[in-house]
Protein backbone atom coordinates (compact mmCIF):
# COMPACT_ATOMS: atom_id res chain seq x y z
CA UNK A 1 0.00 0.00 0.00
CA UNK A 2 1.22 3.18 -0.83
CA UNK A 3 0.68 6.47 1.61
CA UNK A 4 -0.39 9.74 0.31
CA UNK A 5 -0.33 13.72 2.00
CA UNK A 6 -4.18 14.72 2.93
CA UNK A 7 -3.71 17.73 1.06
CA UNK A 8 -1.97 20.24 3.30
CA UNK A 9 -1.97 18.50 6.32
CA UNK A 10 0.86 16.46 6.51
CA UNK A 11 -1.05 13.39 7.25
CA UNK A 12 -0.22 10.13 5.42
CA UNK A 13 -3.41 8.18 4.02
CA UNK A 14 -3.26 5.00 2.43
CA UNK A 15 -4.47 5.60 -1.08
CA UNK A 16 -7.60 3.35 -0.79
CA UNK A 17 -9.70 4.62 2.08
CA UNK A 18 -11.93 2.17 3.37
CA UNK A 19 -15.40 3.06 3.28
CA UNK A 20 -17.81 1.57 5.84
CA UNK A 21 -21.73 2.02 4.70
CA UNK A 22 -22.42 -1.42 4.29
CA UNK A 23 -21.82 -2.16 7.98
CA UNK A 24 -24.70 -3.10 9.78
CA UNK A 25 -26.91 -2.95 6.29
CA UNK A 26 -25.72 -5.41 4.20
CA UNK A 27 -22.31 -6.74 5.93
CA UNK A 28 -23.09 -8.11 9.41
CA UNK A 29 -20.12 -7.00 12.60
CA UNK A 30 -18.36 -10.06 11.91
CA UNK A 31 -18.05 -9.89 8.22
CA UNK A 32 -17.19 -6.10 8.59
CA UNK A 33 -14.56 -7.25 11.18
CA UNK A 34 -12.73 -9.05 8.80
CA UNK A 35 -13.34 -6.32 6.49
CA UNK A 36 -11.27 -4.24 8.58
CA UNK A 37 -8.93 -6.84 9.52
CA UNK A 38 -7.58 -7.22 6.00
CA UNK A 39 -7.64 -3.60 5.17
CA UNK A 40 -5.26 -3.21 7.96
CA UNK A 41 -3.16 -6.38 7.05
CA UNK A 42 -3.04 -4.54 3.26
CA UNK A 43 -1.59 -1.33 5.22
CA UNK A 44 -4.73 0.79 4.99
CA UNK A 45 -5.17 3.36 7.89
CA UNK A 46 -7.63 5.23 6.51
CA UNK A 47 -11.55 4.75 7.22
CA UNK A 48 -14.81 6.89 6.30
CA UNK A 49 -17.69 6.74 7.84
CA UNK A 50 -20.76 8.60 8.66
CA UNK A 51 -23.87 8.90 11.82
CA UNK A 52 -26.51 8.40 9.50
CA UNK A 53 -24.88 5.29 7.79
CA UNK A 54 -27.29 2.35 9.18
CA UNK A 55 -28.70 5.26 11.90
CA UNK A 56 -25.24 5.15 13.82
CA UNK A 57 -24.95 1.25 13.95
CA UNK A 58 -21.77 1.85 11.17
CA UNK A 59 -19.85 3.83 13.61
CA UNK A 60 -20.79 1.87 16.57
CA UNK A 61 -19.04 -1.55 14.40
CA UNK A 62 -16.21 0.55 13.80
CA UNK A 63 -16.06 1.70 17.54
CA UNK A 64 -16.06 -2.01 18.77
CA UNK A 65 -13.38 -2.51 16.14
CA UNK A 66 -11.11 0.57 17.06
CA UNK A 67 -11.27 -0.24 20.36
CA UNK A 68 -9.05 -3.48 20.01
CA UNK A 69 -6.53 -1.45 17.93
CA UNK A 70 -4.05 1.38 18.87
CA UNK A 71 -6.09 4.85 18.41
CA UNK A 72 -2.54 6.70 16.29
CA UNK A 73 -2.46 4.09 13.86
CA UNK A 74 -5.95 5.19 12.22
CA UNK A 75 -7.42 7.99 10.54
CA UNK A 76 -10.76 8.44 10.86
CA UNK A 77 -13.19 10.21 8.95
CA UNK A 78 -16.60 10.89 9.66
CA UNK A 79 -19.60 12.85 8.62
CA UNK A 80 -23.00 15.12 10.08
CA UNK A 81 -25.76 16.51 7.75
CA UNK A 82 -28.26 13.75 7.22
CA UNK A 83 -31.13 13.44 10.19
CA UNK A 84 -30.11 11.08 13.22
CA UNK A 85 -33.66 11.74 14.86
CA UNK A 86 -37.10 12.35 13.82
CA UNK A 87 -37.18 15.78 15.42
CA UNK A 88 -36.57 18.96 13.36
CA UNK A 89 -33.49 19.94 14.97
CA UNK A 90 -32.25 16.18 14.64
CA UNK A 91 -31.09 17.59 10.91
CA UNK A 92 -28.84 19.95 9.45
CA UNK A 93 -25.94 21.47 10.38
CA UNK A 94 -26.85 24.12 12.85
CA UNK A 95 -24.50 24.42 15.82
CA UNK A 96 -26.95 22.21 17.73
CA UNK A 97 -26.66 19.69 15.41
CA UNK A 98 -22.88 19.80 14.65
CA UNK A 99 -22.36 19.46 18.52
CA UNK A 100 -25.08 17.12 19.54
CA UNK A 101 -23.47 15.06 16.39
CA UNK A 102 -20.00 14.83 17.28
CA UNK A 103 -20.92 14.28 20.59
CA UNK A 104 -22.71 11.02 19.69
CA UNK A 105 -20.20 9.78 17.10
CA UNK A 106 -17.18 9.98 19.19
CA UNK A 107 -19.28 8.00 21.83
CA UNK A 108 -20.27 5.54 19.15
CA UNK A 109 -16.81 5.20 17.58
CA UNK A 110 -15.28 4.86 21.88
CA UNK A 111 -12.81 7.95 20.44
CA UNK A 112 -11.69 10.89 22.15
CA UNK A 113 -11.63 12.43 18.51
CA UNK A 114 -11.74 12.32 14.68
CA UNK A 115 -9.08 12.92 12.16
CA UNK A 116 -11.60 14.43 9.51
CA UNK A 117 -15.27 15.96 10.61
CA UNK A 118 -16.90 16.29 7.53
CA UNK A 119 -20.26 18.10 5.89
CA UNK A 120 -21.95 15.29 4.52
CA UNK A 121 -23.31 17.82 2.33
CA UNK A 122 -24.46 22.12 2.23
CA UNK A 123 -27.04 23.34 4.36
CA UNK A 124 -29.05 25.94 2.88
CA UNK A 125 -30.77 26.72 6.43
CA UNK A 126 -27.81 27.64 8.14
CA UNK A 127 -25.25 30.23 7.06
CA UNK A 128 -22.07 28.98 6.12
CA UNK A 129 -20.00 30.96 8.58
CA UNK A 130 -22.25 29.63 11.32
CA UNK A 131 -21.59 26.13 10.12
CA UNK A 132 -17.89 27.45 10.07
CA UNK A 133 -17.19 28.76 13.67
CA UNK A 134 -19.09 25.20 15.12
CA UNK A 135 -16.47 23.46 12.88
CA UNK A 136 -13.77 25.38 14.37
CA UNK A 137 -14.67 25.58 17.77
CA UNK A 138 -14.57 21.54 17.62
CA UNK A 139 -11.11 21.95 16.54
CA UNK A 140 -9.89 24.09 19.47
CA UNK A 141 -11.99 21.58 21.67
CA UNK A 142 -9.66 18.43 20.30
CA UNK A 143 -12.43 16.84 19.65
CA UNK A 144 -11.71 16.96 15.91
CA UNK A 145 -8.62 17.31 13.89
CA UNK A 146 -9.41 18.29 10.65
CA UNK A 147 -12.77 19.57 8.57
CA UNK A 148 -14.02 18.70 5.59
CA UNK A 149 -16.69 18.70 3.24
CA UNK A 150 -19.00 16.02 0.75
CA UNK A 151 -21.49 16.73 -2.16
CA UNK A 152 -20.86 20.16 -2.26
CA UNK A 153 -20.84 22.51 -5.87
CA UNK A 154 -17.07 24.46 -6.40
CA UNK A 155 -18.95 27.99 -5.44
CA UNK A 156 -19.80 26.56 -2.24
CA UNK A 157 -16.41 24.77 -2.04
CA UNK A 158 -14.55 28.07 -3.00
CA UNK A 159 -17.14 30.56 -0.92
CA UNK A 160 -16.55 28.62 2.44
CA UNK A 161 -12.44 28.43 1.63
CA UNK A 162 -12.45 32.47 1.75
CA UNK A 163 -14.73 32.77 4.85
CA UNK A 164 -12.13 30.32 7.32
CA UNK A 165 -9.41 32.38 5.30
CA UNK A 166 -10.25 35.77 6.29
CA UNK A 167 -11.54 34.38 9.80
CA UNK A 168 -8.77 32.93 10.48
CA UNK A 169 -11.04 29.48 10.42
CA UNK A 170 -10.13 26.33 10.11
CA UNK A 171 -10.74 25.45 6.52
CA UNK A 172 -12.09 22.24 4.66
CA UNK A 173 -8.89 20.28 4.15
CA UNK A 174 -10.75 17.58 1.85
CA UNK A 175 -13.50 16.80 -0.29
CA UNK A 176 -15.52 13.91 -0.80
CA UNK A 177 -17.02 13.88 -3.77
CA UNK A 178 -18.95 11.10 -6.42
CA UNK A 179 -16.44 10.67 -8.45
CA UNK A 180 -15.97 7.62 -11.26
CA UNK A 181 -15.65 6.41 -14.58
CA UNK A 182 -19.52 7.03 -14.96
CA UNK A 183 -19.64 10.45 -13.14
CA UNK A 184 -16.83 13.02 -14.50
CA UNK A 185 -18.79 16.29 -14.08
CA UNK A 186 -16.91 16.60 -10.72
CA UNK A 187 -14.10 17.34 -13.16
CA UNK A 188 -15.64 20.09 -14.01
CA UNK A 189 -15.28 22.84 -11.22
CA UNK A 190 -14.84 21.15 -7.96
CA UNK A 191 -11.27 19.29 -9.15
CA UNK A 192 -10.53 22.81 -10.29
CA UNK A 193 -10.98 24.37 -7.03
CA UNK A 194 -9.16 21.43 -4.84
CA UNK A 195 -5.31 21.47 -7.24
CA UNK A 196 -5.52 25.10 -6.68
CA UNK A 197 -6.14 25.03 -3.34
CA UNK A 198 -4.49 21.58 -2.82
CA UNK A 199 -7.78 20.04 -1.07
CA UNK A 200 -7.57 16.29 -0.69
CA UNK A 201 -10.05 14.30 -2.93
CA UNK A 202 -11.47 11.45 -2.02
CA UNK A 203 -14.09 9.88 -4.12
CA UNK A 204 -17.21 8.12 -2.88
CA UNK A 205 -18.40 4.99 -4.81
CA UNK A 206 -15.80 4.68 -7.29
CA UNK A 207 -17.43 1.60 -9.33
CA UNK A 208 -20.74 3.67 -9.02
CA UNK A 209 -22.23 1.33 -6.19
CA UNK A 210 -20.96 -1.69 -8.35
CA UNK A 211 -21.83 -0.65 -12.06
CA UNK A 212 -17.66 -0.67 -12.49
CA UNK A 213 -17.38 -3.76 -10.57
CA UNK A 214 -17.46 -6.25 -13.58
CA UNK A 215 -20.91 -8.17 -12.59
CA UNK A 216 -22.90 -6.18 -15.23
CA UNK A 217 -22.84 -6.73 -18.81
CA UNK A 218 -24.56 -5.39 -21.76
CA UNK A 219 -28.08 -7.50 -22.62
CA UNK A 220 -28.44 -7.69 -18.85
CA UNK A 221 -32.48 -7.39 -18.18
CA UNK A 222 -31.75 -6.44 -14.55
CA UNK A 223 -30.12 -6.34 -11.76
CA UNK A 224 -28.92 -9.71 -9.91
CA UNK A 225 -31.88 -9.46 -6.98
CA UNK A 226 -29.16 -9.49 -3.84
CA UNK A 227 -26.73 -6.62 -5.55
CA UNK A 228 -26.74 -2.86 -4.05
CA UNK A 229 -28.63 -1.79 -7.48
CA UNK A 230 -31.53 -4.07 -6.77
CA UNK A 231 -31.81 -2.34 -3.30
CA UNK A 232 -31.20 0.75 -4.81
CA UNK A 233 -34.14 0.30 -7.34
CA UNK A 234 -36.27 -0.70 -4.48
CA UNK A 235 -35.15 2.77 -2.38
CA UNK A 236 -34.69 4.90 -5.14
CA UNK A 237 -31.21 5.41 -4.76
CA UNK A 238 -29.05 7.18 -7.52
CA UNK A 239 -27.27 4.33 -8.33
CA UNK A 240 -30.26 2.31 -9.92
CA UNK A 241 -31.22 0.57 -12.63
CA UNK A 242 -33.24 3.25 -14.50
CA UNK A 243 -30.39 6.04 -14.31
CA UNK A 244 -27.81 4.26 -15.64
CA UNK A 245 -29.41 1.16 -17.74
CA UNK A 246 -28.53 3.40 -21.13
CA UNK A 247 -26.12 3.51 -24.03
CA UNK A 248 -23.70 5.50 -22.34
CA UNK A 249 -23.13 3.22 -19.44
CA UNK A 250 -23.31 0.18 -21.43
CA UNK A 251 -20.10 1.79 -23.81
CA UNK A 252 -17.93 2.45 -20.60
CA UNK A 253 -18.64 -1.07 -19.39
CA UNK A 254 -17.42 -2.49 -23.19
CA UNK A 255 -14.20 -0.31 -22.73
CA UNK A 256 -13.98 -1.25 -19.49
CA UNK A 257 -14.11 -5.01 -20.16
CA UNK A 258 -11.88 -4.68 -22.93
CA UNK A 259 -8.87 -2.48 -20.79
CA UNK A 260 -9.30 -5.50 -18.04
CA UNK A 261 -8.76 -7.74 -20.16
CA UNK A 262 -5.72 -6.01 -22.00
CA UNK A 263 -3.72 -5.53 -18.00
CA UNK A 264 -5.00 -8.94 -16.61
CA UNK A 265 -6.81 -6.91 -14.17
CA UNK A 266 -10.26 -7.31 -13.03
CA UNK A 267 -12.28 -4.57 -14.22
CA UNK A 268 -13.28 -3.22 -11.03
CA UNK A 269 -9.22 -2.64 -10.27
CA UNK A 270 -9.38 -1.34 -13.54
CA UNK A 271 -11.96 1.30 -12.82
CA UNK A 272 -10.23 2.01 -9.45
CA UNK A 273 -6.97 2.12 -10.68
CA UNK A 274 -8.21 5.12 -13.03
CA UNK A 275 -8.79 7.20 -10.02
CA UNK A 276 -5.73 6.67 -8.37
CA UNK A 277 -3.99 8.05 -11.71
CA UNK A 278 -5.44 11.36 -11.26
CA UNK A 279 -3.17 13.08 -9.68
CA UNK A 280 -5.81 15.44 -7.77
CA UNK A 281 -7.10 12.29 -6.33
CA UNK A 282 -6.14 11.81 -2.78
CA UNK A 283 -7.41 8.40 -2.17
CA UNK A 284 -10.88 6.66 -3.54
CA UNK A 285 -12.85 5.28 -0.86
CA UNK A 286 -13.80 1.68 -1.61
CA UNK A 287 -16.73 0.24 -0.85
CA UNK A 288 -17.13 -4.14 0.04
CA UNK A 289 -20.14 -6.02 1.26
CA UNK A 290 -18.15 -9.25 1.46
CA UNK A 291 -14.38 -9.94 2.06
CA UNK A 292 -13.79 -11.18 -1.00
CA UNK A 293 -15.04 -8.24 -3.17
CA UNK A 294 -12.63 -6.13 -0.50
CA UNK A 295 -9.80 -8.62 -1.87
CA UNK A 296 -10.37 -8.09 -5.21
CA UNK A 297 -10.59 -4.09 -4.51
CA UNK A 298 -7.21 -3.74 -2.80
CA UNK A 299 -5.68 -5.34 -6.34
CA UNK A 300 -6.23 -1.77 -7.96
CA UNK A 301 -3.37 -0.47 -5.84
CA UNK A 302 0.26 -1.30 -6.88
CA UNK A 303 0.25 -1.19 -10.59
CA UNK A 304 -0.23 1.61 -13.45
CA UNK A 305 -2.94 1.92 -16.04
CA UNK A 306 -0.15 3.33 -18.97
CA UNK A 307 -1.11 6.62 -20.76
CA UNK A 308 -2.77 5.00 -23.13
CA UNK A 309 -5.25 2.92 -21.37
CA UNK A 310 -6.08 5.81 -19.38
CA UNK A 311 -6.78 8.15 -22.80
CA UNK A 312 -9.30 5.15 -23.61
CA UNK A 313 -11.22 5.17 -20.47
CA UNK A 314 -11.21 9.00 -20.65
CA UNK A 315 -12.79 8.86 -24.25
CA UNK A 316 -15.03 6.83 -23.72
CA UNK A 317 -16.50 8.11 -20.31
CA UNK A 318 -16.50 11.59 -21.93
CA UNK A 319 -18.96 13.75 -20.63
CA UNK A 320 -20.70 16.10 -23.24
CA UNK A 321 -20.20 19.61 -21.79
CA UNK A 322 -21.38 22.98 -22.74
CA UNK A 323 -21.19 26.60 -21.83
CA UNK A 324 -18.99 27.51 -19.53
CA UNK A 325 -17.16 24.36 -19.80
CA UNK A 326 -16.93 23.77 -23.74
CA UNK A 327 -13.71 24.43 -25.81
CA UNK A 328 -15.43 27.96 -26.89
CA UNK A 329 -15.32 29.14 -23.78
CA UNK A 330 -12.19 27.81 -22.69
CA UNK A 331 -10.70 29.83 -25.79
CA UNK A 332 -12.17 33.04 -24.07
CA UNK A 333 -10.50 32.25 -20.58
CA UNK A 334 -7.32 31.72 -22.21
CA UNK A 335 -4.22 33.62 -23.01
CA UNK A 336 -0.60 33.15 -24.62
N1 LIG B 1 -20.42 11.26 0.95
C1 LIG B 1 -21.43 10.58 0.46
O1 LIG B 1 -22.52 11.10 0.20
C2 LIG B 1 -21.23 9.11 0.19
C3 LIG B 1 -22.19 8.40 -0.56
C4 LIG B 1 -21.94 7.05 -0.79
C5 LIG B 1 -20.80 6.42 -0.29
N2 LIG B 1 -19.92 7.15 0.47
C6 LIG B 1 -18.68 6.54 1.02
O2 LIG B 1 -18.00 5.86 -0.03
C7 LIG B 1 -17.85 4.49 0.31
C8 LIG B 1 -17.91 3.67 -0.95
O3 LIG B 1 -19.13 3.91 -1.64
P1 LIG B 1 -19.88 2.71 -2.34
O4 LIG B 1 -20.18 1.64 -1.33
O5 LIG B 1 -21.02 3.27 -3.10
O6 LIG B 1 -18.69 2.19 -3.30
P2 LIG B 1 -18.70 1.35 -4.63
O7 LIG B 1 -17.39 0.66 -4.66
O8 LIG B 1 -19.05 2.21 -5.79
O9 LIG B 1 -19.87 0.28 -4.46
C9 LIG B 1 -19.74 -0.73 -3.51
C10 LIG B 1 -20.70 -1.86 -3.84
O10 LIG B 1 -20.38 -2.41 -5.11
C11 LIG B 1 -20.37 -3.83 -5.03
N3 LIG B 1 -18.97 -4.26 -5.15
C12 LIG B 1 -17.86 -3.66 -4.60
N4 LIG B 1 -16.74 -4.29 -4.96
C13 LIG B 1 -17.12 -5.31 -5.74
C14 LIG B 1 -16.41 -6.32 -6.41
N5 LIG B 1 -15.09 -6.39 -6.33
N6 LIG B 1 -17.10 -7.23 -7.15
C15 LIG B 1 -18.45 -7.16 -7.24
N7 LIG B 1 -19.19 -6.22 -6.61
C16 LIG B 1 -18.53 -5.30 -5.87
C17 LIG B 1 -20.97 -4.19 -3.68
O11 LIG B 1 -22.39 -4.20 -3.81
P3 LIG B 1 -23.25 -5.57 -3.98
O12 LIG B 1 -22.31 -6.73 -3.98
O13 LIG B 1 -24.19 -5.55 -2.85
O14 LIG B 1 -23.91 -5.38 -5.32
C18 LIG B 1 -20.57 -2.99 -2.84
O15 LIG B 1 -21.37 -2.77 -1.71
C19 LIG B 1 -18.98 4.22 1.32
O16 LIG B 1 -18.70 3.10 2.15
C20 LIG B 1 -18.97 5.51 2.10
O17 LIG B 1 -17.90 5.49 3.04
C21 LIG B 1 -20.11 8.47 0.69
Redo the contacts with the bound molecule.
Keep these: MQYRLLGKTGIKVSELCL????FGR?TSETDSFAILDAFAAAGGNFI???DVYSRGISEEILGRWLARQRREDFIIAT?VRFPMGDGPNDTGLSRPHIMNGIEASLKRLQVDYVDLYQI??WDPLTSITEILRSLTDLVRRGMVRHIGA??VTGWQLQQALEISRHRDWESFVCL?P?Y?LLTRATEWELLDVCRQENIAVIP???????W????FKRGMEAPPV????A?ADKNGWG?RWSNYNNEQTWHVLDTLFEVAKETGK?P?QVAINWLLRNDVVTAP??????LE?LT??LGASGWELTPEQMNTLNDASATPVSYPYDADAQWQRARD
Design positions: GTMTEDTAKHGSNQQNWSPLRGGLSGKDSRIIEKAIVGARTQVN
